[in-house]
């Protein structure tokens, strides 16, 4: 029986009647990509939808391991341990039919490289990218970089003459508000090209039959149409119903109930990713506290205070219904430089977090704006919720702020919040990752999403160092001793490491990417 006819005879019986056929997959999750230009914003469902339309040079596979991409091999070169030789690709095109070649690879880079980038912390060990040949270039480094490979799975590449005749040369300034056609449009050398997109609405992709790929991955499905639906009772309905066939961040309270529904399955695992809380410690006086002159979270026993006072079992327990495992660093266990004894979760203690408040002097405690997302993690406005209760226990009056990450994300970019969840990533699977953007001084090159003003000229030396340091084991001593300040600091209050759960038809077969990053030309469906 083909497949068409399986689903046919699967929509009178199983499916519901309206279903689209298999070649088809409605896609929906709580929110949309913030932009199509490549390089504008490094943030999860952004980088999920433009997986599916662009390609980087090295990419990780539905199990997260890396494989090629548009470079077939890599390596360091044999004349300068600060060269990877990169081969790519030959015989691609892009969706308008243009050829693939150096050059585009060059101009990607570059612009990946300029300051309203979201990636230049990836390349900020990069000296400079030369083409060596129409199929092979060279990333020189600033010392020999053992994990440059790694800092590419996400770094797209786009057409240099599309980019030029678009004017879309320029990486969006998406903090600054700006919108340019590259913000709407793409032309990547992906397995899907874009037919239309409405931002927040929805976006249509369909197969691009000339894809050098075809052949190597299943390609079944052969149309995309992707819905952000931020109402979590709004999106279980629609995959209950049929309206949609697959969604990314299964609601915890309601996993049971499509669990258990027919024709639907839930697969779960960890994500490679940990949620929570910065604070602006480096501001002499706080734009939105009840203390005049003064900074309150400048005080680490103020900051040690907070982080003892949040309930991390009571969160998974009750906001997170067990899907959720707690944690004492902001590293998820996948990456190169966790271990047990940083992720040791902190003792729940109000009396003593009061303790260092009385200490500190805020007896009577004092009040922040709490600023969060409510379409970005999972149950992400419940646990500010429940972090704002938690708080309170100790004199902390915390005044929710939640709003799309669209609004969001600016706040931490352009240092316009004191207090805010976060929750991140490291597609790298390694902590320098962690420290370019969210330990290192914000500046050009490094820091983007360091939202808590911290400064230290010396860890951000041995930082850097980290790029050009060969010797692993001293490398990882230095990752090691990295950790130590930063939990020493208590620059970040970790919550806890988020685990995914897929809400599918069950007769997908695919399973659950580590990084939550779904790539299509991957997903096959059951044939009888």
């Known amino acids: 029986m083909t497949l068409r006819h399986l689903l046919l005879a699967a929509s009178t019986v199983a499916l519901t009647a309206g279903a689209a056929s298999a070649e088809t997959l409605r896609w929906a999750r709580e929110g949309d990509a913030l932009t199509l230009d490549p390089h504008a914003q490094n943030e999860g469902p952004t980088i999920t939808v433009n997986h599916q339309i662009m390609e980087p040079l090295v990419i990780r596979d539905m199990e997260g391991t890396m494989v090629p991409a548009l470079a077939t091999d890599w ?31 060059k101009f990607s880079l570059d612009r990946a490289m300029t300051d309203d980038s979201d990636y230049k912390e990836l390349l900020a060990s990069v000296k400079e990218v030369r083409a060596t040949g129409p199929y092979q270039i060279e990333i020189e480094t600033n ?30 300034d998406y903090e600054g508000g700006e919108d340019t056609f590259a913000a709407k449009n793409a032309n990547g050398t992906g397995p899907y090209r874009l037919i239309s997109r409405e931002p927040d609405v929805k976006t249509v992709l369909e197969l691009n039959e000339n894809y050098w790929g075809m052949g190597e991955f299943p390609m079944e499905v052969t149309r995309i149409e992707y819905t ?45 990713r940990v949620i929570f ?12 506290d009840n203390v005049d002159g003064a900074n309150p979270l400048a005080d680490k026993r103020v900051r040690q205070a907070m982080k003892i006072a949040i309930n991390r079992d009571a969160i998974q327990q009750v906001v997170m219904r067990g899907q959720s495992e707690p944690a004492g660093v902001i590293m998820p266990p996948f990456v190169n430089g966790w271990t047990p004894e940083l992720d040791a979760v902190p003792e729940t203690d109000v009396d003593a977090a009061k303790a260092l408040m009385a200490e500190a002097g805020y007896t009577d405690g004092f009040s922040i704006q709490l600023d969060c997302p409510n379409d970005r993690y999972i ?42 969840m976060l929750g991140w990533g490291v597609p790298t699977f390694d902590s320098e990752y962690v420290f370019n ?14 939202g808590t003003r911290y400064s230290n000229p010396e860890l951000d030396q041995t930082i850097q160092a980290l790029a050009s340091e060969t010797d692993l084991d001293k490398r990882n001593g230095m990752i090691a001793d990295i950790w130590d300040t930063v939990q020493e600091e208590v620059l970040y209050l970790p919550v806890h490491h988020q685990v995914l759960n897929w809400g599918m038809r069950s007769d997908l077969n695919i399973d659950v990417q580590p990084e939550n990053t779904p790539k299509l ?5 059951t044939r009888s």
Request: aromatic share 10%; charged share 20%; proline share 6%.
């Open 437 to 450: 953007f969210l330990v290192h001084t914000k500046g050009e090159k490094y820091g983007s999403w360091n």
């Open 379 to 420: 149950n992400d406005e419940a646990i500010c919720q429940a972090a704002v209760g938690m708080l309170a226990q100790i004199g902390v009056t915390v005044n929710l702020d939640a709003k799309p990450k669209a609004q969001h994300f600016p706040l931490i970019n352009n240092l316009e919040t004191d207090f805010y």
């Open 521 to 525: 030309k991957y997903f096959s469906f």
């Open 143 to 172: 010392g020999p970089n053992p994990i440059m490979p790694s800092n590419l799975t996400n770094m797209f590449i786009i057409d240099k003459d599309w980019a030029e005749a678009n004017n879309a040369v320029k990486v969006q």
């Open 277 to 288: 809380f910065g604070m602006n410690m480096g501001d002499e006086d706080l734009a939105n």
């Open 228 to 272: 952000p639906i931020q109402n979590a009772a709004t999106r279980i309905a629609a995959l209950l119903s049929g309206e949609v066939d697959f969604i990314q961040n299964v609601p915890v309270q309601d996993i049971e109930r499509v669990a258990s529904a027919d024709n639907l399955t839930v697969r779960t695992a960890p994500e490679n």
């Open 75 to 105: 390596a360091v070169s044999p004349d300068n341990p600060n060269v990877w030789v990169f081969n790519l690709r030959e015989g691609v095109t892009f969706h308008d039919g243009a050829a693939f070649d150096s050059e585009d690879v």
